[in-house]
């Protein structure tokens, strides 16, 4: 068994690695991205990144789109719903998270 000082230290390590994502990406596209991030979470409706991506396209740097559902759960915007395949074809249909705001409780694990 595996102290838990890897388990923060691996956690430590993914949000400095997050927080570079975010920093080196375009400040156009975090603002965009924030914005309809925070759309999407208000609309009492479930999203994952495919329906960011499909409202305003791919961040320049990859890992910039994980940076930005981070964020917006620590941030305490949004909370994890549930589970479904990506719809991006380039995602070879791999399972990810599907969000709402934090005042939306319904879980999705239907894979729709």
């Known amino acids: ?15 400095e690695g997050m927080d570079k994502a975010w920093a080196a990406e375009a400040e156009a596209w975090k603002c965009l991205a924030w914005e309809t991030l925070v759309g999407l979470a208000n609309s009492g ?38 589970f479904r395949p990506m719809r991006n074809k380039r ?4 399972v990810t998270f599907v969000y709402a705001g934090l005042s939306y409780k319904e879980e999705v694990t239907d894979g729709k």
């Open 1 to 15: 068994m595996r102290p838990c000082s890897d388990i923060d230290e691996g956690e430590r390590l993914a949000r």
């Open 45 to 82: 409706d479930t999203f994952n990144a495919d329906d960011i991506r499909e409202k305003i396209g791919d961040p320049t740097r990859p890992n910039a789109m994980g940076s930005l559902f981070s964020k917006a759960k620590r941030d305490g915007l949004i909370h994890i719903v549930g």
């Open 91 to 94: 995602a070879h249909a791999r």
